[in-house]
Each structure stands twice: as structure tokens, then as C-alpha cells.
């Protein structure tokens, strides 16, 4: 399997994401680092697994490395602060480096630190899970959860490159897997048919890991959100289509609480209702729905009552001057945002998850 690269053009901002196997442990990453001094910033999960290896991509540079502990609930402004206090310990200036060796917790945490220090310092992007490498890794979006609300505080903060090696996905655990095949459908859904049938195809070899199948869908996706991001880097509008099934998603997530379905979870059932709303024909619908649960993703959502789905959805009554927007496909590979959507058919989608 060949090493591919594909640039996300952002002018003098651009970058490359080099997508290979084998990549840890062998590519030349210190040609991308342009001072002396590496931070890593992983997780006490997955740098007993590629912190060596990466380390070894790195070779000539001063590496230090800081493993924050695992999970969404340490996505927090302390584990910045433990970031920057490493950096200030160490006396790092704006030369150095900062490198997320990990998913898309890891990735968010250590690029906000990066934006953050010194008013931005070099950051670079080692996604170790499926949704890191075609998702969250790509894009420049950074930031931390609040009490508040998720996501609450970022930064746009462009990595200097993103290197996947697609070899890490082979101890990802199978649920992670699966929740980052949703992102994959997504962007076949949004923006490429002929992707969407490669996945109906593959989709059997994908879960079993075959690697070609798994390169080909990280490489496919990389390059449709590459494109996206080209063309509209700060969400201005086009980048919204990314959010396809998001807003329904979200709201799953934020009535359960966070932390029981996994993100990918509520956007694959959130792409079903973002179907659902969308004027495109049945045969289209249940190709998506199918899609889904051929990934072992849930197709419909979880019970959780309409009346909290719509309060989390901003449907509300406190919130009615809003005006909600969605992602909508007009054809299965082609999306768009929309305030003018059929609230009746909305209100018949969010009354299904009553019990
Ligand atoms: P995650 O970072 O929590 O990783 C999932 C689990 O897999 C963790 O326990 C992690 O330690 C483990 N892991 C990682 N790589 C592994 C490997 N190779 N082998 C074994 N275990 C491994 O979750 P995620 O799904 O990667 O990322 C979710 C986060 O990404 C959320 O916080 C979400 O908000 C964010 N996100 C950001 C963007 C963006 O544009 N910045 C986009 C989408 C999602
Ligand atoms: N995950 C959506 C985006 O990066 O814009």
C-alpha cells in the first residue's frame, strides 16, 4: 500500500496529511518540525502503544512528552493548563512544537494548548483513532468542554501536518471503530455517491480491518473534508455541510448526558433523521439507513422523549426566536444548510423518540 499525501490549501497555511501503514517508527516527521523541541501530548492509553515509535519519527529533535489521562470527561481547561504549565517548566519558546499523539480528545486538548501558548506555536497532528484520521485531525478546529457546553472554548489552529498511519486502527476497539465509520458515511452522504457505494460494498471488509479498505476510506474522506475546508476554513457557510446529522446528534448526546452512545453513535442515528427531513427519495433514505447498520451503528435513535430532544434541539419554547438550520441532502452525495425546512415533517422525526 503506497504512502499518499493530500494538501488542504490554505495559502501559506497549507498542509499535508501523509496517509500510509507502517508510518510510526519510519517516516521523517522531524523534517516538518522547524525548532529544536517537541512536545507530545498523548494519553495514558495510547503512548504506551505509539509513543516510542513516534519518537523514533523524531529523531535529532529534544522530545519530551506529557500523557493526559483518557476520556472525553478530561477534556477539560486543566488539562491545558497542565499543557502550558509543561511548556513554561520547560522554558519553551515559539520555535517549539506540539504534536497530539492520539484521538480526537488528545487532538482538541493539545491543539487549544498550542494555539494558546505564546499566541500560537508549531502543532502537529498524529490521529490515532478512525475518527481522528478523518475528522478531527483535519480542519484546525481545537477546544475544550465547559460546564457550560461542549466544545464551548477553541481556537482555529491549523496543524503543520497531519500524519495517519493507518496501522493504529488495528487496536482500536471495535466500538471506537465503529463510531468513526460514521464520519466515513457521512462524508460519502455529503459529498461523494460513488464513495457511498464504495462503502456499501466494503463495508464488510472495513469492519474486519483490511488494511487497503481502511486506507482508501481514511484517504477519501481526508480529501473531501480537505476540500471543504479549503474553500471555507472559519464555517462561514459550505463548512456547515460537515455538521450533516450533527444537530440531531447533538442533541441525542446532550439528553443522555454525554458518554453513553459515543459521538459517531448519535451522528449515525442523527444522519437517519437528517435523511428523514430531507427531500430526497425513499430509496435514497433506506440506502443510508442501511449503510448504517451494516456498520453495527444505531439507525434510530434512543427513546428519549421528544419534549427533551426538542428543548436540546433549541426547539423549544424559550428559544423559539431562533431559527433552526439544518444540513439536508438535496441527492444521496450532495448536501446543504437550510433554515427552510417542513417543521411537520420535524415534528413527526422528534416524535418518534417518545417511548
Ligand atoms: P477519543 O479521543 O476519546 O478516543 C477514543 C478512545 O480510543 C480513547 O479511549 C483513546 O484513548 C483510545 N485510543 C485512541 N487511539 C487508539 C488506538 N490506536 N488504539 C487503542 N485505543 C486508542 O475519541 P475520538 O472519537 O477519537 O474523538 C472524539 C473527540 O473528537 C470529541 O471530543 C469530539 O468533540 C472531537 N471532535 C473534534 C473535531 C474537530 O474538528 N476538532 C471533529 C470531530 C470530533
Ligand atoms: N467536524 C466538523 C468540522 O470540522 O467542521
Same mark, same amino acid.
Given at each position: 500500500?503506497?504512502?499518499?499525501?493530500?494538501?488542504?490549501?490554505?495559502?501559506?497555511?497549507?498542509?499535508?496529511?501523509?496517509?500510509?501503514?507502517?508510518?510510526?517508527?519510519?517516516?521523517?516527521?522531524?523534517?516538518?518540525?522547524?525548532?529544536?523541541?517537541?512536545?507530545?501530548?498523548?494519553?495514558?492509553?495510547?503512548?504506551?502503544?505509539?509513543?516510542?515509535?513516534?519518537?523514533?519519527?523524531?529523531?535529532?529533535?529534544?522530545?519530551?512528552?506529557?500523557?493526559?489521562?483518557?476520556?472525553?470527561?478530561?477534556?477539560?481547561?486543566?488539562?491545558?493548563?497542565?499543557?502550558?504549565?509543561?511548556?513554561?517548566?520547560?522554558?519553551?519558546?515559539?520555535?517549539?512544537?506540539?504534536?497530539?499523539?492520539?484521538?480526537?480528545?488528545?487532538?482538541?486538548?493539545?491543539?487549544?494548548?498550542?494555539?494558546?501558548?505564546?499566541?500560537?506555536?508549531?502543532?502537529?497532528?498524529?490521529?490515532?483513532?478512525?475518527?481522528?484520521?478523518?475528522?478531527?485531525?483535519?480542519?484546525?478546529?481545537?477546544?475544550?468542554?465547559?460546564?457550560?457546553?461542549?466544545?464551548?472554548?477553541?481556537?482555529?489552529?491549523?496543524?503543520?501536518?497531519?500524519?495517519?498511519?493507518?496501522?493504529?486502527?488495528?487496536?482500536?476497539?471495535?466500538?471506537?471503530?465503529?463510531?468513526?465509520?460514521?464520519?466515513?458515511?457521512?462524508?460519502? #452522504?455529503?459529498?461523494? $455517491?460513488? !464513495?457511498? /457505494?464504495?462503502?456499501? %460494498?466494503?463495508?464488510? *471488509?472495513?469492519?474486519?480491518?483490511?488494511?487497503?479498505?481502511?486506507?482508501?476510506?481514511?484517504?477519501?474522506?481526508?480529501?473531501?473534508?480537505?476540500?471543504?475546508?479549503?474553500?471555507?476554513?472559519?464555517?462561514?457557510?459550505?463548512?456547515?455541510?460537515?455538521?450533516?446529522?450533527?444537530?440531531?446528534?447533538?442533541?441525542?448526546?446532550?439528553?443522555?448526558?454525554?458518554?453513553?452512545?459515543?459521538?459517531?453513535?448519535?451522528?449515525?442515528?442523527?444522519?437517519?433523521?437528517?435523511?428523514?427531513?430531507?427531500?430526497?427519495?425513499?430509496?435514497?433514505?433506506?440506502?443510508?439507513?442501511?449503510?448504517?447498520?451494516?456498520?453495527?451503528?444505531?439507525?434510530?435513535?434512543?427513546?428519549?422523549?421528544?419534549?427533551?430532544?426538542?428543548?436540546?434541539?433549541?426547539?423549544?419554547?424559550?428559544?423559539?426566536?431562533?431559527?433552526?438550520?439544518?444540513?439536508?441532502?438535496?441527492?444521496?452525495?450532495? #448536501?446543504?444548510?437550510? $433554515?427552510? !425546512?417542513? /417543521?411537520?415533517?420535524? %415534528?413527526?422525526?422528534? *416524535?418518534?423518540?417518545?417511548?
Amino acid at each position: 500500500m503506497a504512502t499518499t499525501t493530500t494538501t488542504v490549501e490554505l495559502g501559506e497555511r497549507s498542509y499535508p496529511i501523509v496517509i500510509g501503514h507502517g508510518l510510526l517508527g519510519r517516516y521523517d516527521l522531524a523534517a516538518h518540525v522547524q525548532g529544536r523541541d517537541c512536545l507530545v501530548v498523548s494519553n495514558e492509553t495510547v503512548a504506551p502503544l505509539y509513543l516510542k515509535a513516534l519518537t523514533v519519527c523524531l529523531g535529532g529533535k529534544s522530545v519530551a512528552s506529557i500523557a493526559l489521562k483518557d476520556g472525553e470527561a478530561w477534556k477539560t481547561l486543566s488539562a491545558v493548563e497542565s499543557i502550558l504549565d509543561r511548556l513554561v517548566e520547560s522554558g519553551a519558546n515559539r520555535d517549539t512544537t506540539v504534536i497530539a499523539l492520539g484521538g480526537g480528545v488528545v487532538g482538541d486538548i493539545a491543539g487549544f494548548a498550542a494555539a494558546c501558548y505564546m499566541r500560537g506555536v508549531g502543532f502537529i497532528q498524529v490521529p490515532t483513532t478512525l475518527l481522528a484520521q478523518v475528522d478531527s485531525s483535519v480542519g484546525g478546529k481545537t477546544g475544550v468542554n465547559h460546564p457550560g457546553g461542549k466544545n464551548l472554548v477553541g481556537a482555529f489552529h491549523q496543524p503543520r501536518i497531519v500524519l495517519i498511519d493507518t496501522d493504529t486502527l488495528q487496536t482500536l476497539p471495535d466500538r471506537e471503530l465503529k463510531a468513526g465509520l460514521a464520519e466515513v458515511i457521512k462524508h460519502g #452522504a455529503i459529498a461523494d $455517491a460513488g !464513495f457511498f /457505494a464504495w462503502l456499501e %460494498a466494503n463495508m464488510p *471488509a472495513l469492519l474486519a480491518r483490511d488494511p487497503e479498505a481502511l486506507a482508501h476510506a481514511v484517504r477519501r474522506s481526508c480529501e473531501i473534508k480537505a476540500a471543504v475546508v479549503a474553500e471555507d476554513e472559519r464555517e462561514a457557510g459550505r463548512r456547515a455541510i460537515l455538521n450533516f446529522g450533527h444537530t440531531f446528534g447533538h442533541a441525542i448526546e446532550r439528553c443522555q448526558g454525554y458518554g453513553e452512545w459515543l459521538h459517531g453513535e448519535a451522528v449515525a442515528a442523527g444522519m437517519v433523521m437528517a435523511a428523514a427531513l430531507s427531500d430526497i427519495d425513499d430509496e435514497a433514505r433506506g440506502r443510508i439507513a442501511a449503510l448504517i447498520e451494516s456498520a453495527g451503528l444505531p439507525a434510530a435513535p434512543p427513546k428519549i422523549g421528544s419534549a427533551a430532544m426538542s428543548a436540546a434541539m433549541g426547539m423549544d419554547k424559550k428559544v423559539q426566536d431562533k431559527k433552526l438550520r439544518f444540513v439536508l441532502l438535496d441527492r444521496l452525495g450532495h #448536501a446543504f444548510t437550510t $433554515a427552510d !425546512f417542513d /417543521a411537520q415533517r420535524l %415534528a413527526a422525526i422528534v *416524535a418518534a423518540v417518545d417511548g
